[in-house]
């Protein structure tokens, strides 16, 4: 009978995929991070942040649900938004409907800045991803991050106060 304190170590074909997405999980936001810095002056964090204000009604949303989409801290979050506050890309501005949260706006300066950013970040993206792989594996690309994703994402709650 097997001892239920011994590890069970990987079979072969699951430490190879294992050390295939270590690698990809490692050098895939240091490269779309330095293209950001090279190309628009942003960090991929201050990107995504960006990017996710810009998909939001009325480009604004709550720093708190923003964290949760980003996979920040709050405190992380907070001086992302402070550097962008400085550079006029957005504004913080008391939540109307709950004065003990913050909202974050975009403004037309950061409007720009996400335009201006996406070509070559989208290029990137297809460059190092997409332009190597077929339709059938971009599908199991899809299908087995969603799977993976979805089993360590934690789960969504409503946003709570700031």
Do not use: C
Not at 16 to 33: C, F, G, I, K, Q
Not at 54 to 74: F, G, V, W
């Amino acid at each position: 009978m097997a001892d239920s304190n011994q590890a069970q170590w990987l079979a072969e074909n699951e430490d190879e995929a294992w050390r295939s997405l270590w690698a990809l999980m490692t050098w895939l936001p240091v490269r779309l991070d330095a293209q950001l810095e090279e190309d628009a002056g942003l960090s991929l964090a201050e990107y995504h942040a960006l990017s996710q204000i810009s998909e939001a009604p009325d480009r604004q949303i709550r720093l708190s649900e923003l964290a949760k989409n980003t996979n920040m801290t709050l405190s992380h979050l907070s001086r992302v938004i402070s550097r962008m506050e400085k550079a006029g890309w957005v504004e913080r501005k008391p939540d109307p409907t709950d004065r003990r949260a913050t909202i974050g706006s975009l403004t037309e300066e950061g409007w720009n800045k996400v335009t201006d950013s996406a070509p070559a970040h989208v290029a990137t993206v297809r460059s190092v991803i997409f332009d190597l792989l077929d339709d059938e594996q971009i599908a199991a690309l899809r299908e087995t991050s969603l799977i993976i994703a979805n089993a360590v994402a934690p789960a969504r709650k409503p946003p709570q106060n700031d």
